[in-house]
């Protein structure tokens, strides 16, 4: 099984009541790591700057196992100073390279998306019309799936936004939306959101509401499933998306699942695999067996 992830990979700066530190994340790069810890070989496609954030990126796929096509990144690398506000959700500042990041692709990263069993999108720079055409080029006839995971500080234009996102879930394999997406997006409605993604020719639309769990829409039938529940707090909610991704594209990069008890288990288990991601600081996949052990590169290097 072979997958390739293509979007964002930066610095989380978290400024809170502890002080100051720094994680290695991105949506995508926590995507990578995460089907790489689930045993799929897996490449991210990303601008990583030559610089100390570059080299402590780097060296954090290494840890994991994910290979490394990278852009240049004239500005540097990507950084988000991340704090939180009176209700205890994340606010993200991006620096410039973040808000103006670009991805490139060269023959390596042409053959490796051509011979995937799946390429996962997500925090992609969507809202440059530049962008997505060589992203849509790229891709030829892969097997996708897609997660806007739009931040509104690297937007530059919601509707532009929403057309290039469209355009790529049309033809998307499987599409995941957050309520937070629905609301950034669209109406906030994440129902209707769901139908109008499948009208357009989303394969399968899984769209994840928190403590309401998620709901995962198919030419199967529509499957539903709570947030699961395991021992410990919750310590940090910002990977779950991304393990919850992560955790589908895996499955997908074995083939789709062929009855509706498959498709239930594939949602059941990316449930149990975002709770668990939930019980440690960072967005790094967990899985419930994974919960006590002392594991190497978890805050980055």
Request: a negative charge.
């Amino acid at each position: 099984m072979t997958a390739v992830v293509i979007g964002d990979a930066l610095i989380d700066e978290i400024r809170d009541a502890s002080g100051v530190r720094e994680l290695v994340g991105g949506a995508a790069l926590n995507v990578a790591v995460g089907l790489c810890r689930l045993g799929v070989e897996t490449t991210l496609i990303a601008m990583v700057g030559d610089d100390e954030a570059g080299q402590h990126i780097r060296e954090y796929l290494r840890d994991h196992g994910v290979r490394l096509i990278d852009s240049p990144a004239p500005l540097g690398s990507s950084r988000a100073v991340v704090t939180w506000s009176s209700a205890g959700e994340p606010q993200y500042a991006f620096n410039e390279a973040a808000r103006g990041r670009s991805i490139r692709y060269g023959d390596e990263a042409r053959e490796t998306i051509s011979t995937a069993d799946v390429v996962a999108i997500s925090c992609f720079p969507f809202d440059r019309p530049d962008e997505v055409d060589a992203l849509v080029d790229a891709l030829q006839d892969a097997r996708i799936a897609v997660d806007p995971n739009p931040r509104s500080g690297m937007m530059g234009d919601v509707a532009e936004f929403v057309r290039g996102f469209e355009l790529l879930a049309a033809r998307a394999e499987l599409v995941k939306v957050g309520a937070d997406d629905a609301t950034l997006l669209y109406d906030g409605d994440i129902d209707a959101l769901r139908g109008r993604l499948r009208r357009l020719g989303a394969g399968a639309v899984l769209a994840t509401a928190g403590a309401a769990g998620a709901v995962l829409e198919t030419d199967a039938g529509v499957f539903r499933a709570p947030i699961a529940s395991l021992p410990g707090p919750v310590v940090d909610t910002v990977g779950a998306g991304d393990a919850t991704l992560a955790a589908v594209a895996a499955g997908l990069s074995q083939g789709e699942p062929r009855t509706d008890a498959e498709w239930q288990q594939l949602l059941d288990d990316a449930m149990l695999i975002a709770a668990a991601t939930c019980r440690a600081e960072g967005g790094l996949l967990r899985t419930p067996e994974s919960l006590q052990e002392a594991e190497r590169g978890v805050f980055g290097s």
